[in-house]
């Protein structure tokens, strides 16, 4: 039985990959890494805990082997389960230094838009960001900064991506060639994309962001882009990139 609205999968399109895909309905996606410990991405809502406490036993694991908690940023379709998860397992978690104080409950996402930490507040629906900031609070161990490598999985680099929120990032992980993109470049139709403008505090700042990231990593050997939303690319991943890079390059105009 599935739980009430939402649906649990390891993702079929991911099967050769080194991770698994989690998806809620409705919610952002979680990636599973197994190695010793387990090593999340993305955490999904609140309700979302659940659904990943099955899959973690499906491996015949138990939340508890989780040690690492990456967040892409402070949306709760993205960090909204850590706290949950870093309560049952004592995982660190980790995430951009800009977004840290809003998963820690000690500053309100309004404060962020309106005194500008990013410098401009463009597209930002008050509302509607409060509300995607009802995180439940979670302490960030680490906080990164763009560039900064974990030595978790042979390294996992920050790759700083702000627009969609202050720190909104992308994490590398260089050994296996994989880009967790969150929401700074999201699957939709099977084309990348840039994040929602309504839910995004600064989108030219995001167009930058996804045009700049995909640049950062045309030099990398990519086997597969895990965005937040959608599924995950594993073809064409260059062409797919670019063509992306261009797209939001015309959003921004000349
Ligand atoms: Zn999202
Ligand atoms: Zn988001």
Redesign the pocket.
Known sequence: MRGPGLTGETGGDVNSQPFRKIKGLMT?NVYIVEGDELVIVDTGAPTDFRIIERQVKRLGRSVEDIGHIFIT?F?V??AGAAAALKEASGARVYAHEADAPILAGEEKVQSVYRTGVIGRVASAVPGVSEG?AMVPPVRVDVPLKDGDVVPVLGGMRLIHAPG??PG?SCYLWEERGVLFS??AIINTYHVLTL?TVG?SCDFDLAARSARSVARRVADEDLRAVCP?HGPVVDEDIGGKLERMGRRAGRRLGP
């Open positions: 952002g940023h949306h379709d993205h995607m969609h929120t909104n969150g929401d994040p839910f937040g």
